[in-house]
């Protein structure tokens, strides 16, 4: 939009203007610093999404180099290591081409597509993708899902969503049990995930949900910039579900997602 000049003979006039002027700069610069703002973000959002899936492929590598290394390796053991690698660098490239997706997020342009995916087996293949790392921790993941149990739902969508909370508890969870379940509640499924670790003070639920917010005492558990519920949060709400935190009687933390079993397309 062009800036107007006023004439030198109207001083009223041009004070007038010049605040109008000033206005449109101050909108201009606002509008500028979002975007630097929304670029930071996107940068942030793919660092934190392609460096966690890396960590179950090295632990697969390492693993199945120590078993070649000690000898004795069968060759149909090398075969389901590497194909067990190759699996997971398929679900690598499948965030990596997700990320465009999400940076829509920011820009409020971001369309899912439903279709049917059943919870069962998109649990069942995180809950594998992410057991390396659970083991690391010391921590085991019971897994309750009924086959029966299926949606209209995007399905890079909901693995993200499930991929993000397990691997919080892995991260947050003090090496102790983990459950992930599922299970239908009339026209929704209520998706939850538990564990036993060092929990979320009353004070800090809301805001761990707010984009780069951390609960004050995490930093020396785990490294991360506060993206993961953010993102959780966002995918939860385009599907017009609702994402909830609790304490649990025994401490840890309760996760629980509630979403609608059929959903809209669009953001
Ligand atoms: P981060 O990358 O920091 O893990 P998230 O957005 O996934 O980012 O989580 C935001 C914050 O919420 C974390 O830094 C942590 O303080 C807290 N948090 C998330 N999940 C858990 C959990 N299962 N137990 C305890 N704290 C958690």
């Known amino acids: 939009m062009g800036r ?11 004070t007038a203007v ?12 606002t509008e500028l610093r979002e975007a630097v703002s929304a670029r930071d973000a996107f940068i942030a959002i793919a660092a934190h999404e392609l460096r966690n899936p890396m960590t179950p492929i ?17 060759t149909d053991e090398i075969e389901f290591g590497l194909e067990r690698i190759e699996w997971l660098i ?16 920011t820009s409020g342009k971001l369309s899912l597509t439903p279709e049917r995916v059943q919870l069962a087996s998109v649990m069942r293949a995180s809950v594998a993708s992410l057991l390396p790392l659970a083991q690391h921790a010391g921590s085991t993941i019971e897994l309750a899902v009924p086959d029966s149990l299926v949606g209209e739902w995007d399905s890079l969508a909901i693995e ?16 102790k049990p983990i459950t992930l379940s599922a299970a239908a509640e009339g026209r929704s499924a209520l998706i939850r995930v538990r564990d036993h670790g060092i ?7 809301a805001r761990i949900f707010d984009r780069f917010e951390r609960a004050i005492g995490s930093g020396s558990h785990a490294t991360g910039f506060g993206i993961g519920l953010w993102l959780v949060r966002q995918l939860v709400e385009a599907m017009d579900g609702e994402v909830t935190v609790d304490t649990p009687a025994g401490g840890g ?10 959903t809209k397309a669009v953001l």
């Open 253 to 262: 933390t309760l996760f629980a997602v509630k979403l609608p079993r059929q």
């Open 58 to 74: 090295r632990g697969q590598a390492e693993l199945l180099l120590r078993k070649v290394r000690r000898g004795g390796c069968s």
């Open 4 to 14: 107007r000049i006023a004439p030198s003979s109207a001083p009223k006039r041009c």
């Open 160 to 175: 993200q969503i499930i991929d993000n909370l397990v691997s919080n508890a892995i991260k947050y969870g003090a090496g």
């Open 199 to 205: 929990g979320i003070p009353d004070e800090e639920r």
């Open 90 to 105: 398929n679900q690598y490239m499948k965030r990596a081409s997700a990320l465009l997706d999400v940076s829509r997020i």
């Open 18 to 29: 010049s605040r109008e002027d000033d206005a449109e700069l101050h909108e201009q610069i």
